[in-house]
């Protein structure tokens, strides 16, 4: 692992002292500067699931730090957990991504951590809504918590493809972008949903930038209470982390580099000149549609568009795919700035 980077690992669930211990002692060995988690209060989706130890896994998180050294973590979701955790003197809380969701849970944690000097980790929120996410770091903040961190574990979609949760790296790189002093932690246990792919998440999201992992580890996965699935050996996060490549520097400033991003930036304004007309020229069309009396989406003509442009991008390199939601965004604005000539008239 990298000087810099943070590591997070492991249970999902604390299950058992002798699990809690077991596992500490393996994580220690890998990496004695690391955090360990596990998770107590457990928000499951259905009722009559394993819904967490509750207050004795305190005690056991207790004997970790004092066997291991290592610091400890678990997920609060009220002030009554703060409250114990803090009785407990357990030495961060990340907040989880049902928590996040919703205001009215963070500002009772927020309220409850307030006079508090303890690190809280911030998960993002199930929906891929980033003002939620900035929202409820921007509570914890406010009540005077210096030492927070945003932890990104995918967003819920009908479909994730191949994955539990969508990674939309975007809204992760958006928030570093407008808090560039809260380091972005990465989940990919979260996110994959299963143990194949949480190696290939993780490297990703190094690759990309991310200030460090937080990592679902068991000693027995399959037999794991909770998260069974996504859950890794000990012996296969060692593997992971030494297979990792560490990107040299964060912010490079190569001539080579800054060569090619003049060209991007050149190209991108063009696209912007370019858009812009091509939004003037349906402003100009709708005109004509109102006057013919002639309704604003013409489905032919969309049918027809849209398939010759994926059929270009087939042949100059590009994804259809990507092309096919470029447009329909294009396509989307095209309409809506016909719709508001239309309403301004009437
Ligand atoms: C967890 O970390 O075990 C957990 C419940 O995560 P999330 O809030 O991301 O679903
Ligand atoms: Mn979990």
């Known amino acids: 692992m990298g000087k810099d980077?943070?590591?997070?690992?492991?249970?999902?669930?604390?299950?058992?002292?002798?699990?809690i211990l077991s596992i500490a002692d393996s994580l220690s060995d890998i990496d004695s500067r690391a955090w360990f988690r596990a998770g107590i209060w457990k928000p499951?989706?259905?009722?009559?699931?394993?819904?967490g130890v509750g207050e004795i896994g305190l005690e056991w998180l207790n004997e970790v730090s004092q066997t291991t050294g290592l610091r400890t973590m678990t997920e609060v979701a009220s002030a009554a957990h703060i409250e114990k955790v803090l009785e407990y003197g357990i030495d961060a809380v990340w907040i989880g991504a049902r928590t996040t969701t919703s205001p009215f849970n963070m500002q009772e944690i927020a309220d409850a951590l307030r006079g508090v000097s303890i690190p809280v980790f911030i998960k993002n929120p199930i929906s891929p809504d980033i003002n939620l996410w900035l929202g409820g770091i921007e509570?914890?903040?406010?009540?005077?918590?210096?030492?927070?961190?945003?932890?990104?574990?995918?967003?819920?979609?009908?479909?994730?493809?191949?994955?539990?949760?969508?990674?939309?790296w975007h809204i992760p790189i958006e928030l570093k972008r407008l808090m560039p002093d809260i380091p972005v932690i990465c989940d990919p246990s979260h996110i994959a949903g299963n143990r194949d792919y949480v190696e290939?998440?993780?490297?990703?999201?190094?690759?990309?930038?991310?200030?460090?992992?937080?990592?679902e580890v068991h000693n027995s996965p399959d037999t794991a209470l909770t998260d069974g699935v996504q859950q890794i050996t000990p012996s296969k996060l060692s593997e992971i982390l030494s297979d990792m490549k560490m990107p040299k520097s964060k912010d490079l400033n190569l001539d080579s580099i800054n060569i090619l991003r003049d060209d991007i930036d050149k190209l991108d304004f063009e696209l912007i000149e370019m858009l812009s007309k091509r939004m003037s020229i349906a402003s100009d069309i709708s005109v004509i549609k109102r006057s013919n009396n002639l309704s604003i989406l013409q489905l032919r003509r969309w049918?027809?568009?849209?398939?010759?442009?994926?059929?270009?991008?087939?042949?100059?390199?590009?994804?259809?795919?990507?092309?096919k939601k470029l447009f329909e965004l294009i396509h989307e604005e095209s309409i809506k700035i016909q719709e508001s000539n239309d309403s301004d008239i009437n």
């Open 5 to 19: 980077l943070i590591l997070i690992a492991g249970p999902c669930s604390a299950e058992t002292r002798d699990q």
């Open 44 to 51: 499951r989706t259905m009722p009559n699931q394993f819904e």
């Open 139 to 168: 509570r914890i903040k406010n009540s005077g918590i210096t030492e927070l961190y945003a932890v990104h574990r995918g967003f819920s979609f009908i479909n994730n493809g191949r994955y539990r949760q969508s990674p939309y």
């Open 200 to 215: 290939e998440i993780a490297k990703a999201s190094i690759s990309i930038g991310f200030d460090g992992l937080m990592i």
């Open 303 to 323: 049918d027809e568009m849209l398939r010759k442009r994926m059929e270009l991008a087939d042949c100059s390199g590009l994804s259809p795919d990507f092309v």
